[in-house]
């Protein structure tokens, strides 16, 4: 009885010195404004990511524009890419992705779903470039849930909240939008900047 007292006492200990020594979450206010309902659309590239039975699948969403039509492209970190057409109600939603057009949504390992900007922060930050920043993420497309910028090399991993995972003294990990959420693979997927 007494080795299981101490015992409980160690295991609680080391639970609470963990959770303390975690990096701070932090979440952006950078504008993100995407509702896509996903029973109407099926797409299996974005129901992968969206599947909380299965976490480590993310996937970016961008906007580009063909023949005057837009389109949402759909990419994950396990290579597949789709595309949609973007509908009248999509459009009546105005969505806007990110600070420059793109998203990353996933359920990770620990810690459910997620949503992140698709530009690095630590080079908006040095670069003090809102307007326009052009420091997008590349995603590994070999499943390893790693991103990296294209432009400053650091690597994040998303698996775990965006903490870097190389990159420069005082650089921080990815911020992550606080409004996120999907109902599941199929479903209705959310992401807001407040």
């Known amino acids: 009885m007494k080795h299981r007292i101490s015992y409980l006492l160690l295991l609680t200990l080391s639970l609470a010195l963990l959770s303390s020594c975690g990096a ?3 979440f ?3 504008p993100c404004r995407f509702i896509y309902d996903n029973s109407k659309h099926l797409d299996m590239t974005l129901s992968s ?6 976490p480590g699948i993310f996937c ?4 580009e524009t063909q023949a005057g039509a ?6 994950n970190n396990q290579g597949a890419q789709t595309t949609q057409p973007v509908t009248a ?8 992705l990110g600070l420059n057009n793109g998203i ?19 080079c908006v930050r040095r670069e003090n470039n809102m307007a326009s920043p052009t420091y997008r993420l590349v995603m590994d497309t070999k499943g390893s849930g790693i991103v990296s910028c294209s432009k400053c090399g650091d690597k994040y991993d998303l698996n775990n ?11 921080k990990g990815l911020s992550q939008y606080r409004n996120a959420h999907t109902l599941g693979a199929n479903k209705l997927v959310t992401v807001f900047s407040e």
């Open 28 to 30: 952006t206010s950078w």
């Open 49 to 54: 990511a969206t599947n909380p039975n299965v």
């Open 161 to 171: 909240g965006g903490l870097i995972v190389e990159g420069k003294e005082g650089d």
């Open 60 to 63: 970016k969403i961008t906007q």
């Open 70 to 75: 837009r389109y949402f492209v759909f990419e």
């Open 89 to 96: 109600e999509e459009m009546r939603n105005n969505i806007r």
């Open 24 to 26: 701070e979450q932090e």
């Open 104 to 122: 990353i949504v996933g359920v990770q390992n620990f810690g459910g779903f997620t949503a992140y900007d698709l530009q690095c922060p630590n």
